[in-house]
């Protein structure tokens, strides 16, 4: 079949394949970009949610219990078993900024504060837990974590700023009160 087209049709025909072009392109971006917004909204819905879990009553008392663990000077880790929970929630943040559900920004906003301090003052937990384990992956994506926000904490302050064993020591004396 021989297709019979006269040349005043061709200009018609190709205005019709560039509007069809446009209107395709126009619903490709409609559709990237009510992704990237449906993103952004899951992203602020779970740090909201990290949020409101942090300041609850179980983990206000986790964070008291691991304070006075760690004032105490406490060697007996193994049974403050409950206090991971402390750990445990960096630890998630950690994994959904890796997995870029939650930006680095947002959570050096919300949690920076906390993060720097807490990895600071567990630190010899988490070698000592590693040792017992033989497990080097255990809070890793609490120190990637802590490593992320202390860069931006170091960018937004100009330098980061050491903080002394006495600021540790008030740090877990303010989480005794939480």
């Known amino acids: 079949m021989i297709l019979n087209v006269s040349n005043a049709d061709v200009p018609w025909i190709a205005l019709t394949a560039l509007g069809s072009l ?3 392109i126009a619903t490709i971006y409609g559709i990237c970009k009510t992704t990237k917004t ?3 909204v899951a992203s602020v819905d779970i740090l909201l949610r990290y949020e409101n879990k942090f300041e609850s009553k179980k983990m206000r008392k986790h964070r008291k219990g691991l304070a006075s663990t760690i004032l105490n000077d406490s060697k007996d880790f193994v049974t403050q078993g409950e206090h ?4 445990d929630f960096f630890e998630s943040i950690g994994m959904l900024m890796r997995k ?3 930006d680095p920004e947002s959570i050096w906003v919300s949690f ?3 993060i720097i301090r807490w990895r600071k003052v567990c630190q010899n937990y988490i070698n000592h837990i590693r040792t017992v384990h033989h497990d080097n992956t255990l809070y890793e994506e609490f120190e990637y974590l802590a490593d992320k926000i202390c860069k ?3 960018k937004k302050r100009n330098g980061m700023n050491s ?3 006495e600021e540790l020591d008030n740090f877990l004396r303010e989480e005794l009160t939480a």
Do not use: T
């Open 100 to 102: 870029k559900y939650l």
């Open 84 to 87: 991971e929970s402390v750990l």
């Open 163 to 165: 903080i002394s064993k």
């Open 38 to 40: 449906q993103k952004e």
């Open 152 to 154: 931006i904490e170091e």
């Open 22 to 24: 446009i209107a395709a």
């Open 112 to 114: 920076g504060y906390y």
